[in-house]
């Protein structure tokens, strides 16, 4: 969801995009094969160095959720390989904060569409930045910070 932004999201990074779609097709159809009654559990981990990640899985795939980078990081069938990319060094850093150069953690991550409205790099103070997790019956909601160049918010 996302709050006061017309032209809205899609997912991945530039090294990415392509496999973002392919898994989370994969991890839909997953699901349908599985059926209604399949229970989602939810446990807080320490995922490649970052505190606090959040691993979410029912019996046939699951995804770790960090929110120190607002993004999700591993994808997957269970005790399967990670579907998405990520960068092999950048474990546990935290995040762009606005500063520096842009990070390429990797995983799958908000994208705001069209590109050709905000230019590179995208938002720091979005992408990257420590999101909110908030953990619900189904789920995790991640809630990003007020973006510094739009003044909005966005809710994953």
């Known amino acids: 969801m996302m709050r006061n932004l ?3 999201a899609g997912a991945g990074d530039r090294h990415n995009g ?3 779609v392919l898994s989370f097709l994969l991890a839909g159809a997953s699901l349908l094969q599985v059926g209604a009654q399949t229970e989602v559990t939810v446990a807080s981990e320490n995922y490649r160095g970052w ?3 959040y691993r979410l ?3 046939r795939i699951e995804m ?3 929110p120190q980078i607002g993004r999700i990081m591993y994808l997957g069938f269970k005790g399967g390989k990670n579907l998405l990319w990520e960068h092999p060094s950048l474990g546990g850093v ?3 904060l606005g500063q520096g150069e842009y990070q390429y953690f990797g995983g799958d991550k908000l994208w705001v569409a069209p590109q050709s409205n905000w230019n590179w790099p ?9 999101w909110e997790a908030k953990s619900t019956q189904d789920g995790i909601i991640l809630t990003s910070p007020v973006s510094k160049k739009w003044g909005v918010q966005f809710e994953r």
């Open 6 to 8: 017309r032209d809205t």
């Open 18 to 20: 392509c496999m973002s």
């Open 51 to 53: 505190a606090g990640s």
């Open 57 to 59: 899985s029912n019996n």
């Open 64 to 66: 770790v959720v960090v």
């Open 94 to 96: 935290n995040g762009n």
């Open 122 to 130: 995208p938002d720091q103070s979005v992408d990257g930045a420590p």
